[in-house]
């Protein structure tokens, strides 16, 4: 049996969030770095080469977005090759799975097309920062559009989302959770969670 299309199911949920009640955020950077303690904390303990390869693609991942570099696939697979350590990072030619093969992640042939267009909605001003961060990192989960690394993807296009309006976040680790394509309160909670971490 077929596992159903999680990706179809996320741009139905995706429609469906109320994106407007999404907090407001603070602009001014805190005097901590979230991104950059996760990084040299938990993640160097485990695996100081994953660490350097997540700061190298951080850094021009906020370069981008001092730059205001539109935010694209190309974009992405710039940064993805340095968190791979990799020469290419094309996007996925195939259907994906993750956990544990409960979730299909469907490719057509406007997949990347509409992967594209989701990711210009990062710049939308009629949606709120947290819900525009939100949406991208969910938006990177549910495309999966790498054959690895779409979780650390994920995370590094939400910083950048964030860094355009001049917002860092104090604290990445509790967003690090398990999260569903069929779940419009998650989605909606995720922006929730970057608000409370913005006020920490």
């Known amino acids: ?10 741009l139905r949920v995706r429609r469906e969030v109320d ?32 660490a350097e390869r997540l700061l190298a693609a951080y850094a021009l991942a906020r ?3 001092a730059r205001r570099t539109p935010l694209d696939f190309a974009l992405l697979a710039r940064w993805q090759r340095e968190i791979l350590g990799a020469t290419r990072a094309p996007f996925r030619v195939s259907d994906a ?23 210009r909605g990062t710049t939308d001003p009629d949606i709120p920062p947290a819900a525009r961060a939100a949406r991208a990192y969910l938006d990177v989960a549910f495309f999966h559009p790498f054959t690895d690394g779409n979780a650390r993807a994920a995370l590094v296009t939400l910083v950048h989302v964030l860094a355009r309006e001049d917002i860092v976040l104090p604290e990445v680790g509790p ?3 398990t999260r569903y394509a069929d779940d419009p309160a998650g989605a909606a909670d995720l922006a929730d969670l970057i608000g409370l971490l913005n006020r920490r």
């Open 1 to 10: 049996m077929t596992a159903t299309d999680s990706l179809s199911v996320w």
């Open 19 to 50: 994106w407007q009640r999404a907090p407001a955020l603070e602009r001014v950077p805190p005097g901590r770095d979230g991104f950059r303690s996760w990084c040299e904390g938990p993640v160097r303990r485990r695996d100081p080469h994953r």
């Open 63 to 65: 370069e981008d977005a």
């Open 97 to 119: 799975y993750a956990k544990a093969g409960r979730e299909r992640y469907g490719l057509t042939s406007h997949t990347r097309a509409d992967f594209d267009s989701c990711l």
């Open 175 to 177: 967003l690090q959770t």
